[in-house]
Structure formats: structure tokens, C-alpha cells
């Protein structure tokens, strides 16, 4: 007795080109993640944001093994949830507790991160040339170091070698 098959395309819906629609389907995925993608949080040290403005002062607090990795992971996700785009960690800190388990004593390791929260990126693309220039004046940037060293977010060694770096400029 001879059986019959079915064609691989008998009920499923085809597209005008002749391709299944489950065959479409990557691309249709490729193109949607592509218009949602986040964009890049980037690293910086104190000195690379002196003409950015700061959102926010944050800190993040992790229990996990991999502290800091988690907490940078969460840092970046606030800075693109406030519309950031630079990332300056100002300080780490790691302490360890010992404390009764059922198993006996465990030691739970707590990392503190401190963070600021700077937007650069739009202001340089705003930003005349002119008006750059302008702001890069000798007594702009004084002012702006005075002020990371007021907030705390430089110390006074780093303070004092910046300084003497900007007044060598005149």
C-alpha cells in the first residue's frame, strides 16, 4: 500500500515572495533589536568629564559574588534610564562579614560602589565651536576642578597636579 505525503508548505501561511513566514522571522527579529538598541555607557575618569554636566551622584550596594561587575552592570542601566551617556566610578569599597549558616560560618563579602552620572556626547554636538573654545578659558576650567574637588570626587594630590597642569596652559 502506497502513502501519501502532505507538502512540507500544505497550511503554513507563505509570504508574496514565496517564503514561509517562519522563515522570516530572524530578520523581522534582527531589525526590531537593532531599532531598540541601548546606547554605549562609557567608562571615564574624572578628568575626561571636566565639560560634562552631571545628572547624578549614585551609589550601588551588591551581596553577589561578582560585586562590582553587578553593580557596574546596574550603574550603566541607571545612567541609560537618565538619559546619560558617561559613567565615572569614584570609589569601591569591600567588607566582609562572617555569619552562621546552617552549614556553620559563611563569609558574605558587600562591595559599595559610588558613582556620578555625567551626559558629555549631547553637549559636544551642541556645543558651537566658538562657545567650546570659550569655555575652555584658564579661570572655566579652574573652576570646574574646584568643583569635583568640593563634591569629593577628586582628591587633593589629584586636585593640586590638575591645577598646576592648567595653569602651564597660560
Do not use: H, W
Not at 512540507?8 to 523581522?28: C, E, Q
Not at 575618569?45 to 561587575?69: F, H, P, R, W, Y
Not at 556620578?116 to 579652574?142: D, F, M, T, W
Not at 570626587?153 to 602651564?168: F, G, M, N, P, V
Amino acid at each position: 500500500m502506497m502513502k501519501s505525503f502532505k507538502s512540507v508548505n500544505d497550511g503554513i501561511p507563505m509570504s508574496k515572495s514565496g517564503l514561509p513566514l517562519y522563515a522570516l522571522l530572524p530578520l523581522t527579529l534582527m531589525f526590531s533589536t537593532a531599532a531598540t538598541a541601548k546606547p554605549a555607557v562609557t567608562l571615564a575618569g574624572v578628568d575626561d568629564v571636566l565639560n560634562c554636566t552631571l545628572i547624578k551622584e549614585t551609589d550601588c550596594t551588591s551581596k553577589k559574588m561578582e560585586g562590582l561587575a553587578a553593580c557596574k552592570k546596574n550603574l550603566k542601566k541607571e545612567t541609560v534610564e537618565l538619559d546619560g551617556d558617561t559613567l565615572v566610578i569614584t570609589g569601591t569599597e569591600q567588607t566582609e562579614q562572617r555569619k552562621p549558616s546552617l552549614t556553620g560560618v559563611k563569609t558574605v563579602t558587600k562591595t559599595k560602589v559610588t558613582a556620578g552620572i555625567y551626559r558629555c556626547k549631547a553637549e559636544e554636538n551642541a556645543v558651537p565651536e566658538k562657545k567650546a573654545r570659550a569655555e575652555q578659558s584658564v579661570e572655566n576650567r579652574l573652576t570646574r576642578l574646584n568643583k569635583l574637588k568640593e563634591k569629593g570626587l577628586i582628591s587633593e594630590e589629584e586636585y593640586q597636579t590638575k591645577r598646576a597642569e592648567i595653569l602651564d596652559d597660560l
